[in-house]
């Protein structure tokens, strides 16, 4: 098993994010495809890529077995919980579309169209009906979508949907409260074949929910932040420097966390026969830090690490770290 160790790998300058509001936003976890527990499928490889603007994943699936075998393959879009972040500075990358990710697959190169399947809770109760009834998004974020029904919704229909938890009490039904306060859950979905003894490719990316939060040398230092990311002494040396080019040294540096979750593929017979991960900071003066050993730089603003018969131990927190604040969100 690959043990973290502090890997903090240098450069400066702008690089190129969303957007963000003016404090902070969280990051919301993603990762690769999953299904039920299936040992009899290997995965020979798996190449991820990440930035801060779109991850990529390909994989090289092999069937074991004797015979085909045809399972369903998920990929699960983060929950979004609206109690929790309604006011936070979070942006999705296509905030009006149930596909909020963006997310593609292609099956040995060719497109492939999965389902969708979206459900909502409040708490553990499921409102998925209640809220199509009404014609809400499933996604308490899509803030347009939620205006407009929120327009055409009756008195008495709107003190229902208040009733079940689905939007705060107001002072009076002429002051409604919109903030919609369930949480959605959904994934892609499809059913692939694998014949014996052949292997296919597939590969799929999406645009990362990422955290972005304000970031000086005194955070920086603190023990669990850089346990968190890894970040070793270079890295806040580097840090520093980045604070004094700053036009205002005293001020905050812009942190970025772009978020993966790698132990899903567990599910696959284990372990993963290759595996890469490559990194791009986005620009060269940019700081990067991430848990892993045995990082190379590939490039200006790239760094890539390797393993073989790879058991994933850890899901990925990369922290990217740039000059001056940058522009403030919409939210």
């Known amino acids: 098993m690959i043990r973290p160790v502090a890997a903090a790998l240098l450069a400066a300058g702008l690089l190129s994010i969303q957007a963000r509001a003016n404090d902070s ?13 299936e040992p009899g499928i290997a995965l020979a490889s798996e190449d991820l890529s990440i930035a801060s603007d779109r991850i990529g ?25 609206g109690r929790e972040l309604s006011f936070s500075a979070l942006a999705l990358p296509q905030p009006e579309s149930p596909n909020f990710v963006g997310f593609t697959v292609t099956v040995d190169g060719k497109p492939l169209a999965p389902e969708l399947e979206e459900r ?6 499921e409102v998925t009906d209640l809220l199509r009834r009404h014609d809400l998004p499933l996604n308490p ?3 347009d979508a939620i205006k407009a029904a929120e327009k055409r919704i009756g008195t008495a229909a709107w003190a229902e949907l208040v009733k079940a938890g689905l939007f705060p009490e107001s002072e009076g039904m002429t002051d409604r409260m919109t903030e919609g ?7 892609f979905h499809w ?3 694998f014949p014996p003894g052949q292997d296919i490719r597939i590969a799929h990316s999406y645009a990362p929910v990422n955290g972005f939060h304000f970031l000086d040398l005194k955070d920086a230092s603190r023990e669990g932040y850089r346990a968190t990311y890894c970040l070793d002494e270079a890295g806040l040396t580097a840090i520093r420097r980045l604070q004094a080019k700053a036009a205002d040294p005293s001020g905050y540096l812009r942190a970025t966390v772009v978020p993966y979750i790698v132990t899903t593929a567990r599910n696959w017979a284990a372990p993963i026969g290759r595996f890469t991960l490559t990194v791009d900071k986005g620009s060269p003066e940019a700081v990067v830090s991430f848990c892993r050993t045995g990082i190379r730089k590939t490039g200006p603003t790239t760094f890539r690490w390797e393993a073989r018969d790879y058991v994933p131990d850890q899901d990925l927190r990369v922290l ?4 001056g604040s940058g522009p403030a969100g919409t939210r």
């Not at 969280?26 to 527990?37: F, K, N, Q, Y």
């Not at 994943?57 to 919980?81: K, W």
């Not at 990217?320 to 000059?323: A, F, R, S």
Request: hydrophobic share 45%; charged share 25%; net charge positive.
């Open 57 to 81: 994943v390909s994989y090289l699936f092999r069937n074991q077995g004797q015979e085909p075998r045809t399972v369903r393959i998920a990929f699960p879009l983060p929950p979004i919980d």
């Open 141 to 143: 974020l899509r803030f």
């Open 120 to 125: 909502a809770f409040v708490g553990e109760r």
């Open 191 to 193: 059913l692939q074949t």
């Open 181 to 187: 306060l369930w949480r959605s859950e959904a994934k």
């Open 320 to 323: 990217i770290v740039q000059p």
């Open 25 to 37: 936003a969280a990051e919301l976890d993603a990762g690769g495809l999953v299904l039920r527990r």
